[in-house]
C-alpha cells in the first residue's frame, strides 16, 4: 500500500474552512436538503467562494470523505518492504480502519448517505468511491505484495481485503450506528481487531511447504 497525501495539505484555509461548514450542515440538515447558500453562510463566506473551491455539492461531501479516511492515515500507509511483518500490518491497518468506522463523523456520514441514498443515488456511489473503495484497493495491494512475497496464500487479493474489513464491521459498529452503544471500550475494540487478523491469517495462512511437513511429521 502506498502512503496517500492528506488533502488538506493541498488546500487552502479558506478551502478548509468551507468543508468544515459544509459538514456541519449536511449532518446537520442532510444532503438533500442542505444548500449551497446555508453552506457559504456557515462559513461566512459568499457562494461565490465556495464555488470557487468545490463545484457543487457532490464535490463538497466527496471532499468531506476524504479528509476523513486521510486523518488516518495509518489507514492508506501500510507498507510494501519485503520484510514487512504481516501481522503487524494488519493489526495496524485494522485497529485504524475500526477506529475511523466509529468516529462521531464518520457514523453520523454514514447514516445521511444510507438515509438519503435512495433519492440521491449518486450519494451512495460518491460515498463508496472516495472512502471504502479506495481502503480496499489499497489494501489489496498490499496483500498482494504479500501474497507474492509468500507470507500468505491468497487468490483473489481484492474478495481476501474485503473479508478482512468485513471482520472488523461487527457487532460493535452495528451498534454504533443504530445509536444501540453511545461508546466502545477498550477491550471491546482490542478484542475485535485481534479476532479479526488471528481469524484472516489462519484463513490465508501460506501452505508449508513439503519439506516442513515432513519434519513436522517425523
Known amino acids: 500500500m502506498q502512503t496517500v497525501a492528506d488533502p488538506a495539505a493541498q ?11 459544509a459538514a456541519g450542515v449536511f449532518l ?28 457543487g455539492k457532490d464535490a463538497l461531501f466527496a471532499a468531506i470523505i476524504e479528509r476523513a479516511c486521510a486523518r488516518h492515515a495509518a489507514l492508506l500507509a501500510g507498507s510494501d518492504g519485503g520484510d514487512a511483518d504481516v501481522e503487524s500490518v494488519l493489526r ?11 468516529t462521531p463523523q464518520t457514523l453520523a456520514i454514514f447514516r445521511v448517505v444510507v438515509a438519503e441514498s435512495a433519492r440521491f443515488p449518486a450519494l ?10 479506495r481502503v480496499l484497493g489499497r489494501l489489496e495491494g498490499f ?3 504479500a501474497a507474492d ?12 481485503a474485503e473479508h478482512f474489513l468485513g471482520l472488523l464491521k461487527g457487532e460493535l459498529h452495528l451498534k454504533m450506528v443504530l445509536g444501540i452503544a453511545e461508546e466502545v471500550s477498550a477491550q471491546a475494540f482490542d478484542a475485535t481487531v485481534e479476532a479479526a487478523v488471528s481469524t484472516f491469517l489462519r484463513a490465508y495462512a501460506p501452505q508449508p511447504s513439503t519439506t516442513e511437513t515432513q519434519s513436522a511429521s517425523r
Not at 488546500?11 to 461548514?21: C, G, H, I, N
Not at 495496524?92 to 466509529?102: A, E, K, T
Not at 451512495?124 to 473503495?133: H, L, Q
Open 124 to 133: 451512495g456511489r460518491i460515498f463508496f468511491e472516495s472512502g471504502p473503495r
Open 11 to 21: 488546500r487552502s484555509p479558506k478551502a478548509e474552512q468551507v468543508l468544515d461548514a
Open 143 to 145: 496483500l498482494r505484495s
Open 92 to 102: 495496524s491497518v485494522g485497529s485504524d480502519f475500526l477506529g475511523l468506522l466509529l
Open 28 to 55: 446537520e440538515q442532510g444532503f438533500g436538503a442542505a444548500s449551497m447558500d446555508a453552506i457559504a453562510q456557515a462559513a461566512g463566506v459568499s457562494k461565490a467562494t465556495v464555488y470557487a473551491h468545490f463545484a
Open 149 to 160: 512475497r509468500g507470507q500468505l496464500r491468497v487468490d483473489d487479493p481484492h474478495r481476501a
